[in-house]
């Protein structure tokens, strides 16, 4: 089982940035992915991006590419997001999840096991 806090959350204006961190702990797979979800107020949670552990691959949803960074830090097990241009439809908690090995970058929730709490991140017009 894969240990997970998410930190970084907070207010921001229209345009600004945040990074977000998400330490793991626990048994982490070299071969799996660590992800990032959000979820608004009475939306479904949906995909961010992920990053594959060993290789750095990535992979970012469409509303968030070119905007977002996903990075990691193999040697402190960290995975930061780093969030530029916000908008304020990016309001949401935002959740790291850890998945097990898988051949494809995965970006459904049933691929990730482990999960934070959650950390929120709003952003004013």
Request: net charge positive; hydrophobic share 35%.
């Amino acid at each position: 089982q894969v240990q997970l806090v998410e930190s970084g959350g907070g207010l921001v204006q229209a345009g600004g940035s945040l990074r977000l961190s998400c330490a793991a702990s626990g048994r982490t797979y070299r071969n799996s992915a660590l992800g990032w979800f959000r979820q608004a107020p009475g939306k479904e949670r949906e995909f961010v991006a992920a990053v594959r552990w060993s290789t750095g691959s990535t992979l970012y949803a469409d509303s968030v590419k070119g905007r977002f960074t996903i990075s990691r830090d193999n040697a402190k097990n960290t995975v930061y997001l780093q969030m530029s241009g916000l908008k304020p439809e990016d309001t949401a908690v935002y959740y790291c999840a850890a998945s097990e090995f898988l051949p494809a970058i995965p970006r459904r929730e049933y691929e990730y096991p482990s999960w934070g709490q959650g950390t929120q991140v709003t952003v004013s017009s």
